[in-house]
Structures are given as C-alpha cells and as structure tokens.
C-alpha cells in the first residue's frame, strides 16, 4: 500500500516565524497535494504538484509556498506565519490513471502563536 | 459555496447498533463519490468508493450507496463497533482522473459508546 510520511507531527511557531512542512511518499505517484482542514470546513486544495519541479495552485493559496523537489518529496512553506494559518495540514497522493485511489498522510497539526 | 453537505454533524450511538451517515451535494460533472474514515489525529482512509450512476457498494460493516440523479449518498454501519469512532467524510471527485478536483464535506462525527 503506498505510504505517504509527513514530518513533522506536530508544530507551534510563533507569528512571523518561518515553517516547513514536509511530505515524502514512496509509491512513485504523480501527484502530490497539501491540503488544509478546519473545523466546519471539508479539506480546502492549498497547492499541488504533477511532478518534480511542477507546481500548481490550489483553492487557498495565499500565504503559502510549495516545492515539490523529488517524485518523492513535496514541502509546503509558511515564510511569515500567521494564526489565520493554525490548522490540521494534509499531505495526499496519487498516480494519474482513472478513477485512482488517493493516499493520505497522517497529518501535522500547526499552531500559530 | 459549500458543494457537498453532510449530515448529522455528529452522531452518538450504541455499540450494536447501526447508523447512516448522509451526503448530499452539487458538485458538477460527478465523476465518483468515495467514503472516507479519518480516526481523530489520522490521516484518512477509504473506504468505499461508488461510480455508476446509481450504485452500490458493501465493504464488511460498511455499506454505500450512490445515486447520481438525486446526487445523495448514504453510507450505513452494521452493528458498530467502539472502534468506528471517528469523523466519516464524503468526497465527490470530479473527473476519473487526478487530474479532476476533489470537493469535501465537512464531515459527520460518530461516537460509539458502550
């Protein structure tokens, strides 16, 4: 089954600071998304990515960045930190081929203080 | 605007019993419909996913139903379990491809108590 590991699991910062979200899935899928989940709110597309060096945006983009460096790793990156930005952060994949499953990670909860 | 609206929010119920969960939505075109199961501080995991136009689908306890002309899901639970606690959220995905988008509800929360 493919695995998809977030690092890290849990993470508070202060506002301004700077944070890094890390993604690694090992399945050799195509896709790769971080996802944002709020209480009363489904899962919210922050960016994703088709390949290594791709990068598209998604639904909520503002105040995020994203690089998807290998098949393998895509990071989502918060340079000014806002408590807007605490929540339960998703990182998911999936292969490009018809109605294909999509795995997800098991979540990093960030806190913004 | 909320696309896909699920119901109850939450839900208590007695171990043994059974329950079913509803999902309703306007997402257009809908490719597919899965049932995802997220425990509290997990990722999620499917279990179920419906794609005809008026499917069906049963997975052990679980079982799924999708009709495309109402755009109503269901997913029932047969003689739940302490360990079916968690949140069970509903996604229409758009496209049968990842290159479609997928729309989430916001959830229903189960509580199963002895």
């Known amino acids: 089954e493919a695995a998809v590991t977030q690092s890290p699991r849990n993470k508070v910062t202060v506002t301004g600071g700077n944070v890094t979200l890390s993604c690694r899935q090992t399945n050799s899928h195509n896709y790769m998304y971080w996802y944002r989940q709020d209480t009363g709110h489904g899962l919210r597309l922050i960016h994703y990515s088709y390949g290594a060096g791709n990068l598209q945006i998604g639904d909520v983009p503002d105040g995020y960045k994203a690089t998807r460096t290998t098949q393998e790793d895509f990071f989502l990156l918060l340079e000014l930190a806002s408590p807007s930005q605490t929540s339960l952060y998703f990182c998911?994949?999936?292969?490009?081929?018809?109605?294909?499953?999509?795995?997800f990670g098991k979540g990093t909860r960030l806190t913004v203080v | 605007k909320t696309q896909v609206e699920q119901s109850p929010q939450s839900l208590v119920v007695r171990q043994g019993e059974n329950c079913v969960l509803q999902c309703n939505y306007s997402v257009t075109p809908d490719n597919h419909l899965r049932w995802f199961k997220q425990d509290t501080g997990k990722g999620l995991v499917s279990l179920t996913v419906?794609?005809?136009?008026?499917d069906k689908t049963s997975n052990g306890r679980y079982s799924a139903t999708l009709d495309k002309d109402a755009k109503h899901s269901t997913l029932h639970i047969t003689a739940t379990l302490l360990d079916d606690t968690a949140t069970y959220i509903c996604v229409v995905g758009d496209r049968g491809s990842a290159l479609g988008r997928l729309h989430f509800g916001a959830g229903t929360q189960l509580i199963v108590i002895p």
């Open positions: 998911a994949s999936s292969d490009a081929a018809a109605n294909t499953e999509v795995f």
């Open positions: 419906l794609v005809d136009q008026k």
